[in-house]
């Protein structure tokens, strides 16, 4: 009992890393495949407008395409290191920039987006991962 309390002990850490690193990146597909949509891109289009972005337009495709692409990524780990940073910055875009940077009420979800980034830029995609594969000692 002593060693499930000691911070040293991991406890299915590769399996669970890599079912919340999936998960993540799915979110992001989920939210990016909106890049598709061509009158929901017009919606948020005028939702950075409104907000006075430069480039609403852009801004609203990079967006949408970051959390596509860059989910699609996460839940493979491929490249992980780099494609979560894509992740962290929509949403401290949408945390402080379209949001009011309140993390603690309703830019909750997307600040929690921007932590789990950072657990995968310190720690890697793990042992289940294209990048395992592809850069992982032999």
């Keep these: 009992?002593?060693?499930?309390?000691?911070?040293s002990v991991k406890i299915w850490y590769e399996p669970?890393?890599?079912?919340?690193?999936?998960?993540?990146?799915?979110?992001?597909?989920?939210?990016?495949?909106?890049?598709?949509d061509a009158k929901q891109m017009q919606e948020y289009t005028k939702?950075?407008?409104d907000l006075k972005f430069p480039?609403?337009?852009?801004?609203?495709?990079?967006?949408?395409?970051?959390?596509?692409i860059g989910g699609c990524c996460i839940t493979l780990g491929l490249f992980t290191r780099v494609t979560v940073?894509?992740?962290?910055?929509?949403?401290?875009?949408?945390c402080f920039g379209m949001g009011k940077g309140k993390i603690f009420y309703e830019d909750q979800h997307p600040f929690m987006f921007v932590l789990i980034g950072l657990i995968f830029f310190f720690n890697g995609p793990g042992r289940y991962s294209?990048?395992?594969?592809?850069?992982?000692?032999k």
């Excluded at 009992?1 to 911070?7: A, C, E, G, Q, W």
């Excluded at 940073?85 to 949408?94: A, E, H, Q």
């Design 130 to 137: 294209v990048d395992q594969a592809l850069f992982g000692r």
């Design 1 to 7: 009992m002593n060693s499930f309390f000691s911070p």
């Design 55 to 68: 480039s609403p337009a852009i801004m609203a495709y990079l967006g949408k395409t970051a959390e596509f």
């Design 47 to 49: 939702w950075l407008t």
């Design 16 to 36: 669970g890393m890599t079912l919340i690193r999936i998960i993540t990146g799915l979110f992001m597909v989920y939210h990016g495949v909106e890049v598709f």
């Design 85 to 94: 940073w894509p992740m962290i910055l929509t949403m401290l875009g949408v």
